[in-house]
């Protein structure tokens, strides 16, 4: 007997993201607020997939394109650490 996809020993679903943008009402994202922007970047400055972020998919590309703005005006780095 094989065993079924996703039901590895201790294998939980989490629980659903709200996407940030969709919950506060905001509808455009800013590159000015890198604040905001810096929670869905990684530690090394890479910018993380939805699935960890949560965002839905419209303002996942919102805020990728916002990241990469951000970074041309120098408000958040290209790469953290080295």
């Known amino acids: ?6 039901t590895a020993a201790g294998f ?3 629980k659903r993201k709200v996407c940030l943008y969709c919950k506060e009402g905001i509808e455009y994202v800013d590159y000015k607020d890198y604040n ?3 929670g869905f970047m990684s530690d090394r400055g890479k910018i993380r997939a ?3 972020t949560g965002l839905c998919p419209q303002h ?3 805020a990728a394109v916002a990241i ?3 970074r041309e005006m120098a ?8």
């Open 60 to 62: 996942q590309r919102e």
């Open 68 to 70: 990469k703005r951000a």
């Open 12 to 14: 939980r679903p989490g």
């Open 50 to 52: 939805r699935r960890v």
């Open 75 to 82: 408000l958040l780095p290209y790469v953290i650490g080295r």
């Open 1 to 6: 007997m094989g065993r079924k996809k996703g």
């Open 36 to 38: 905001t922007l810096r």
